[in-house]
C-alpha cells in the first residue's frame, strides 16, 4: 500500500441507505414521558434516536444513557484518541474530516465491550457530516454466505495494535501506550495488557505492539445467534487516505487486523466485509437528531468523511457502557 494507491475502502456514505432515520425517531418534545418508549425500542429494536431533547452539553449524553445503564466504561484500552466532556462522556476527534471511519462494533478488540453506546452531536455543518449505522443483523447474515465470512467464524480475528511512546521522537505515533492505559509506568501498562490476554513486544523505539486473537462472531442473547463483532475501522486500510501513515506497510501501521490465522484479508475480502454493512445503512443527520442509543453489537456505526465550511463545527461526544465479557458466537463457543 503506497500513498499513490487508490483507498480499499471505496466508494464510501455516497450510496443511498437503505434504512429510514424516521422509522427510528423518538420527538421528545411531543412525547410526554420518552422514558418507557426509550427503553422499550432499545430493546425491541437496538436503534433510539432522539430528537427535541433540548440538549446543549454534550454531558447531558449521560442521563439519556442512565435509562439504559449506570456501568460507564472509562475508554481504558481504547484504539482512537479521546478527550472528554466529562468524567463519563468522551469527545470524538479520531481522525481528520477528510478520513472515512469505516463501519464497527465500538470496543470490539476489547475482552470486555460496551454493550450500549451512546453518541450525539450539538453542532453540525449544514451539509454531510452524519454517522452511518448498519444493521448488523441482516449483515452477518450476509456475510456468513460468502467465503470470509465463513473464514472468519472458523479463525476469528486478529487485532495488532502499535502504541508508541509519548516522548519517543522520530516515530510516527498514533495512541501512545500511556494515553491508551492512563499510565507513565510500563509495568502498569504491562500489567493492563496481560489482563486484557493480549500478546505483546516492547520494540527498541519504545512502541509497545499488541496482538489479540478472538472470534469475529459474538452471541446475542436476545436474538439467540451471533453477530458479526469486528469492523475495518481496526484494519491498517482505515489509514489508507491519511498521510503520512499511508506510506506505511500494513504491519508498520498503527492498528491492522488479519484472519485469527494472521493472514492479511485480501482487498476482495475487505470489499465484501464493507459491503455487507453498507447494504444496511441509515444516516444520522445531526441535523435532525440529538442523540442515538446503540445496541452496539446489534448495529455498527461509521462516519464518513466530511467538509466544514467557513464558522461551521461538527462537535460530537459519546458515552457507553453496560459492559459485557466476550463469549464467542455462543455461550459454549469461546475458544480464544
Ligand atoms: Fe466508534
Redesign the pocket.
Known sequence: MSATATPRILPFGDQPCTLALNDYLIDCSRVCEPQSDIREQWHDRGLVVLTGTGMRHLGELQRWAELIFDDFTAYEGGSAPRYKWSDKVFGLDDAPPTIDLCF?N?GCYLPEYPRCFVIGSVKAPAEGGFTLVADNNAATDRLLETSVGKALMEKGVRYVRRMQDKCATNVLGYKSWQETFYTNDPQEAETSVRAKGWDFEWLNDGTLRTSYTVDAYEYHEELSKPLFFAGL?SHAAFFDQWSPYNVLADEERPLNMTLGDGQPFTNAQIATIYAAHNANSLALDWRRADLAMLDNLRWV?ARPAYQLRDGEERVMGVTMGMMKPRQGPSPAMARW
Open positions: 464497527h465500538e475501522a456505526h
